[in-house]
Structures are given as structure tokens and as C-alpha cells.
């Protein structure tokens, strides 16, 4: 089955600057690429997602980018702000496999001021 | 307002004591999980469900039950629970079609303890 791999558990980051935040997955045939921020004790919410069909993505300060051959999918945040901080969680999914979303082992993101 | 629910929010219970944690939704959607979520490990599927009387197991579904009588609500049961299903259950749905790949849609989680 698919396997997603957060390589980051923790990242710092000064507001204002960019944090970048690296998932890669097992399974060629997945398509689909959402990812859930988590705040503390909140429950996960989508915040982007991508389809295989597509490079990258953007919707204000983040974005996400796709690299299909090497099997890797970025979120950026660019001029990061305190309420950033969270838990960042990156998923992938496919058709065939009945919709299941495989999620990474989530990155929290603590923005200093 | 468009919605996942679950019942209790939180749970203390003692090993073996039978128990059930409702989730409802009113999206009307055909797809709906559940999730246990432990430090380090993300969120792990248990079981899921791609419409009424069909579920099928996730990545850890020893000691958890499931059913879908209705397309609304995924109770999720652990008959005889034990320590290690200590953790946060969240449940959510999505809907199916298309191309796949849709968002889901989580209840606000239940912290359970087992002692």
C-alpha cells in the first residue's frame, strides 16, 4: 500500500519568512494531494490540495508543488504569520484504492515573532 | 450548517468495558472514516466506509468494529477496549465520484482513555 513520509517533525520559522515543508509517497498510482492543518486541540482542516495533473498550486500565501517522477509534493507558506503555527499533515490518495487518504506523520510548524 | 458530529468528546473508561463512539453527518456523503491520531504517527485509518452496508478495513482495525446502516452515521465500537487504544478518534466524510479525490470533512475528534 502507499506510504507518506513527512521528513520534517518540527520547523522553526522567524515570521515573515517562508517555511517549506517536503512530503514523498510509495505508490505511482496515487493522484490525489490535500494538506490538513491542524491548530491545538482543533480538528484537521483542508487547507490545499493538488491532482496529479497539475505542477503546483496557489492560493495566497501558500502553495504546493508536485514532482510526480521523484514521488515528492511541497507546501509553502511564504510570509508566515503567528496564527501559521500548527501541525501540518500531507495526505495522498487514489481512485482504485477506494479514495483512502495515507497521511504523513505531520510537521508542526511554531512561527516565532 | 454542514457538519461532522461525535459523540462523547471525551471518554474514560477501564479495560474491557464495551464502547461506542457515534459520528453523524448531514453532507449527505457517501464516503466516511475514521481515524485514530497519535504523536508522531499522523492520523491512521481504522476502518471505512464508501456507502450504507459497505466498510471495509484501514491500517489498524484490530480491536474496532464498524457500521453503516444509514447513510448518516458510523458508530465505531471497541467491544473489549484495551490501554493501547488510548488516543484521539476523529471521524470524517467525504463525498465519492468524479475523479476521486474529494476533501474530507473531520468531527471535532474524542479523546478516549482506557485505564
Known amino acids: 500500500g502507499e506510504n507518506v513520509e513527512q521528513h520534517l517533525s518540527t520547523l522553526s520559522v522567524q515570521e515573515g519568512d517562508s517555511a517549506v515543508i517536503k512530503c514523498t509517497y510509495s505508490?505511482?498510482?496515487?493522484?490525489?494531494f490535500p494538506w490538513y492543518k491542524q491548530e491545538l486541540g482543533k480538528r484537521p482542516q483542508l487547507i490545499i490540495d493538488?491532482?496529479?495533473?497539475?505542477g503546483e498550486k496557489k492560493d495566497q500565501r501558500i502553495a504546493v508543488t508536485l514532482n510526480k517522477t521523484a514521488k515528492h509534493f511541497s507546501l509553502h507558506i511564504t510570509e508566515t504569520q503567528p496564527e501559521d503555527s500548527a501541525v501540518y499533515f500531507c495526505?495522498?490518495?487514489?481512485?482504485?484504492?477506494?479514495?483512502?487518504?495515507?497521511f504523513g506523520g505531520g510537521t508542526r510548524v511554531l512561527v516565532k515573532p | 450548517e454542514a457538519q461532522v458530529t461525535q459523540n462523547p468528546r471525551y471518554l474514560i473508561t477501564v479495560t474491557g468495558k464495551k464502547l461506542t463512539v457515534t459520528c453523524s453527518q448531514n453532507?449527505?456523503?457517501?464516503?466516511m472514516s475514521w481515524y485514530r491520531q497519535d504523536p508522531g504517527l499522523g492520523l491512521r485509518q481504522i476502518y471505512y466506509s464508501m456507502n450504507v452496508e459497505v466498510t471495509d478495513k484501514g491500517d489498524v482495525p484490530e480491536g474496532y468494529k464498524v457500521s453503516r446502516k444509514e447513510k448518516r452515521n458510523f458508530p465505531l465500537i471497541l467491544e473489549s477496549p484495551s490501554p493501547n487504544q488510548t488516543s484521539l478518534y476523529f471521524c470524517a466524510s467525504s463525498p465519492l465520484g468524479g475523479a476521486g479525490g474529494h476533501e474530507q470533512y473531520f468531527g471535532p475528534g474524542t479523546r478516549l482513555t482506557v485505564t
Open positions: 495526505a495522498a490518495s487514489y481512485k482504485a484504492a477506494g479514495n483512502k487518504l495515507t
Open positions: 493538488i491532482r496529479s495533473n497539475v
Open positions: 453532507m449527505n456523503h457517501e464516503y
Open positions: 505508490d505511482s498510482a496515487s493522484n490525489y
